[in-house]
């Protein structure tokens, strides 16, 4: 997976992992960073739609 515009670099997210507890070397931060590209090309949801009641209905059981 290629993308034209990375913001993080594999040595920032590994930094970022291990700081978190996660240990990975380069080839797995990869990994990860285009799984996340991946995700976040994908997730379509518009901002400006999310009111209170559809926040309130996406939260887990366990913060009610």
Known sequence: MNYIEKKISTNKAMAILAKNG????????????????????????????????SLRRYRTQEKW
């Not at 380069?26 to 999310?50: G, H, N, Q, R, W």
Request: with cysteine; proline share 3%; charged share 25%.
């Open 22 to 53: 996660i240990h990975v070397n380069e080839k797995e931060t990869a990994i990860i960073l285009d799984f996340l590209y991946l995700m976040a090309k994908y997730y379509s949801v518009d901002p400006c739609s999310l009111d209170a009641e």
